[in-house]
């Protein structure tokens, strides 16, 4: 009887071994799906819901028709000027003037260029199927720099995640004492001067904004990066180091998708309600509107982001100051010297001071590749050699060219063409016979190429006094939930995320950044973490055709052990240092330059050269073409994530083989404070 704890205690350490592989795991998995799931949901049908729009005049038979099929939130206004002042203070989405000869239209790009795609078409065409002249007026137009509106998400991504990892490396460099007393303190002053570095970067270095909005912009941003940061800091006062997964659930996963950048008023309602507590929502809303509305009606995301602000420092207070020093003076003052902020000897403060401003120049360094890469990538889409099929010889194609640059292959018929574009090869063609123009676009293929070539070819076509008729065509037409192809964009960042996480709260949990079965661990991984996204995707959220469930699981797989190893092979060679350059070659590289739902064509030269040699375009072209195409075209994709696998498994197998590594931490919720959920939508 005396041997039987001998013989218990390896069963023990077995269990414990094993749970230290599927807890981290499990961890990663529900995040991931959240993550999954709140990022698609939010952003894969955005259409008009409950939107404001306005209307001056007798009631419009125009306006019944629109309002009919579009959610729209209809208010009437005396006259046409109460119309214009109200869209020029961004209340409006949009108006309909209509007097008895005539009727106008009035967009207002800069409240969501989204917004302007659906409500335009659907106005015009509902006017000249009633027979009335309409006219389209744009008020608060988009700037060159920022032609689709999305400047104020890519501003949200730099002081959204420099805010937060502000908050965790100087929790981290404080040896986990989140409410010291001098923590507000420093978090604020780092806010401003990462709220200095973005606007320098994205407005004075990339252009992404004039030079006129600097200074009204930065204590925006300096707000928006201190709101963040204190509240992080206060969630990690009081749930301990649990708190920095509850700040990046709240404010990364459920926070950022309905930030509404794209417009809030094209979220499903529900997301909508919830953005408006949090600060991506009301940081989204500040930036938008005085960049494009002179900072009117600012009130409502100055009040959030000022709470959350407060409420940080006030619990960050009670935490480092007040509590310790109710408690040192009911002890007598006998016990001061235990609390917080007591005394350190003078090597210690110096090393304290020397940790804390090297965490905040990493993460200072962070923000700024955040506000440099999003930002340089996707601020001003424009297509350049754009693979476009042509039949025959037309005018309209010479004169569209002078406006967008195109690939031009010519077809013998409309049939060949057609099989081009069944091969994912074109992203649309002009069809020219017997003095009759017809422009074919392929919605699958991007979000931006049918708007972008139907504007530019109808504008020649009336250039050139030529006739044209614009039609769609999709080997397999898009999904209701998915009109416009953003899905597989959407679902590629969790994948990629996912796969990181594994490998990084694994070398947390287990203090090893490899082991004899690591690889298969994050094997198994990546194939169940495959499967649960493309459940939540394709069956819960609608999100592709359910005949591509199958062919989707293993896709979905392989991007997932790509990225974990490649993960586990730098954090066996440089440690945690590893997972910040597997952000910043996964995410801050890859992601930006994978080209998602607009293409690889609106991608700059720079980001367009480097997106093959790097797992996010190949993983989104093979799901993409995967899904829509049959397959075509993803040869090249498949075989690039192949070696990426192939190799990191070999060398983290040979790496292995070797009895030293670098130092890892032996806590897990620190090893998912480097591994925070970061992405950018489409």
Request: aromatic letters at 8%; glycine letters at 10%; one cysteine or more.
């Amino acid at each position: 009887m005396a041997r039987r704890p001998a013989q218990a205690a390896p069963a023990a350490q077995g269990r414990g071994g094993v749970l230290k592989i599927v807890v981290p795991l499990a961890v990663v998995l529900v995040a991931q799906a959240l993550l999954a799931l709140c990022l698609v949901s939010a952003q894969q049908l955005l259409v008009p819901r409950n939107m404001p729009f306005g209307v001056s005049g007798p009631p419009s038979p125009v306006v019944a028709e629109v309002a009919s099929r579009a959610g729209l939130d209809l208010t009437s206004y005396p006259n046409e000027s109460a119309v214009m002042e109200a869209a020029r203070r961004g209340e409006l989405y949009g108006a309909y003037l209509s007097t008895s000869a005539s009727d106008t239209l009035v967009v207002v790009p800069a409240k969501s260029f989204f917004a302007q795609t659906e409500l335009e078409p659907a106005f015009v065409a509902a006017a000249h199927k009633l027979h009335r002249p309409v006219t389209v007026q744009q008020v608060a137009p988009l700037a060159s720099s920022d032609p689709i509106g999305a400047v104020t998400s890519l501003l949200l991504l730099p002081l959204l995640i420099g805010g937060y990892l502000a908050a965790v490396f100087v929790f981290k460099a404080a040896h986990g004492v989140a409410a010291a007393p001098w923590r507000a303190a420093i978090l604020i002053g780092y806010a401003l001067v990462g709220a200095l570095l973005t606007d320098l970067i994205a407005g004075l270095g990339i252009g992404a904004y004039s030079s006129s909005h600097f200074w009204p912009l930065l204590p925006c941003f300096w707000l928006i990066t201190s709101a963040v940061a204190l509240a992080a800091a206060a969630m990690q006062a009081l749930a301990g180091k649990w708190g920095t997964l509850l700040v990046a659930v709240l404010f990364i996963a459920v926070g950022g998708p309905p930030a509404g950048g794209l417009g809030t008023y094209l979220l499903p309602v529900y997301w909508r309600n919830i953005g408006v507590v949090l600060p991506p929502q009301s940081a989204v809303t500040l930036v938008n509107r005085v960049l494009y509305f002179g900072g009117n009606d600012i009130s409502t995301p100055l009040v959030v982001l000022f709470l959350y602000a407060a409420a940080g420092t006030a619990v960050i207070a009670w935490f480092g100051r007040i509590r310790p020093a109710r408690s040192a003076s009911a002890a007598g003052g006998t016990e001061t010297s235990s609390a917080p902020g007591a005394a350190a000897s003078a090597p210690s403060r110096r090393c304290a001071v020397i940790g804390m401003v090297v965490a905040l120049g990493i993460c200072a360094v962070m923000q700024c590749l955040f506000a440099t890469t999003y930002m340089s990538a996707g601020h001003a889409p424009k297509a350049s050699d754009m693979p476009f099929g042509a039949v025959g010889s037309s005018p309209v194609l010479t004169e569209a060219q002078k406006k967008i640059s195109l690939k031009v292959t010519q077809y013998p018929d409309e049939a060949a063409a057609k099989s081009a574009m069944d091969e994912a090869r074109v992203f649309g063609a002009l069809v020219s016979s017997g003095g009759t123009n017809t422009l074919i676009v392929v919605p699958s293929m991007s979000d931006l190429a049918p708007l972008d070539l139907a504007v530019r070819f109808e504008e020649a076509a009336r250039g050139t006094g030529q006739k044209l008729k614009v039609e769609q065509y999709a080997p397999l037409p898009l999904v209701p939930k998915d009109p416009f192809g953003l899905v597989q964009a959407l679902m590629l960042v969790p994948l990629l995320i996912g796969g990181y996480m594994s490998s990084t709260l694994l070398m947390a949990a287990t203090g090893r950044a490899a082991g004899r079965w690591r690889a298969a661990q994050l094997a198994g991984f990546a194939v169940i973490s495959g499967l649960v996204v493309d459940l939540i995707v394709c069956y819960w959220l609608q999100g592709f055709p359910s005949s591509k469930f199958w062919i989707t699981w293993p896709i979905a797989s392989l991007i997932v052990a790509v990225v974990a190893f490649v993960a586990a092979v730098l954090q066996k060679l440089l440690g945690p240092i590893g997972t910040l350059v597997t952000v910043i070659v996964i995410i801050l590289l890859g992601n930006p330059s994978s080209g998602g739902a607009s293409g690889v064509p609106y991608l700059p030269a720079f980001w367009r050269d480097l997106g093959p040699y790097l797992p996010p375009r190949n993983g989104y072209i093979l799901l993409h073409r995967t899904i829509y195409f049959d397959g075509h075209g993803t040869s090249q994709a498949l075989i690039n994530l192949l070696i990426y696998l192939v190799v990191a498994a070999a060398v983290l197998i040979v790496l292995d083989l070797r009895h030293s590594e670098a130092k890892v931490p032996a806590d897990a919720m620190e090893g998912a404070a480097m591994s925070v959920p970061v992405g950018a939508v489409p």
